[in-house]
C-alpha cells in the first residue's frame, strides 16, 4: 500500500492549492482518508478527514468554509481544496489512511497506519 501527496508550492495569501493523495495497493477497502499537517516546531495536527464509503466530512475549525476534503473512489484518490490560504496554512501537508479507524479517532494522528511522503504549502503575506 502507498500514499502518495501531491500539489503543493508557493501562493500568496488569499490564493488557492489542491492538493492529492493518490493511493495504490489494497485500497478497496479504506474506512478512512484524512489530511495532516506539520508546522515547524509544532505537532502534526489533523486538517480534514473523509469516510471512503459515505463521504461524511469532518474538518479543523480553522480551515471549515476555506478548505473541502473529497474523494474518486474509482480513482482511489482523495483531494484537498485549499482555499483563501492564510500564512498561518504554512506547513508541510500529509494525507493518512487506514481501515481500521473508528468514527471518534477520525481526528488521531496515532489511529492511521499508512502515511504519504508529505507535500510543502508556503503561504506568502
Known amino acids: 500500500v502507498q500514499l502518495q501527496a501531491s500539489g503543493g508550492g508557493l501562493v500568496q495569501a488569499g490564493g488557492s492549492l489542491r492538493l492529492s493523495c493518490a493511493t495504490s495497493g489494497h485500497t478497496s477497502s479504506w474506512r478512512a482518508v484524512s489530511w495532516f499537517r506539520q508546522a515547524p516546531g509544532h505537532e502534526r495536527e489533523f486538517v480534514a478527514g473523509?469516510?471512503?464509503?459515505?463521504?461524511?466530512?469532518s474538518y479543523e475549525d480553522s480551515v471549515k468554509g476555506r478548505f473541502t476534503i473529497s474523494r474518486d473512489k474509482p480513482k482511489n484518490t482523495a483531494y484537498l481544496q485549499m482555499n483563501s490560504l492564510k500564512p498561518e496554512d504554512t506547513a508541510v501537508y500529509y494525507c493518512?489512511?487506514?481501515?481500521?479507524?473508528?468514527?471518534?479517532?477520525?481526528?488521531?494522528?496515532?489511529?492511521?497506519?499508512?502515511w504519504g511522503q508529505g507535500t510543502q504549502v508556503t503561504v506568502s503575506s
Open positions: 473523509i469516510w471512503w464509503n459515505s463521504g461524511y466530512t
Open positions: 493518512a489512511a487506514d481501515r481500521g479507524v473508528i468514527m471518534s479517532a477520525m481526528r488521531d494522528r496515532q489511529a492511521y497506519n499508512y
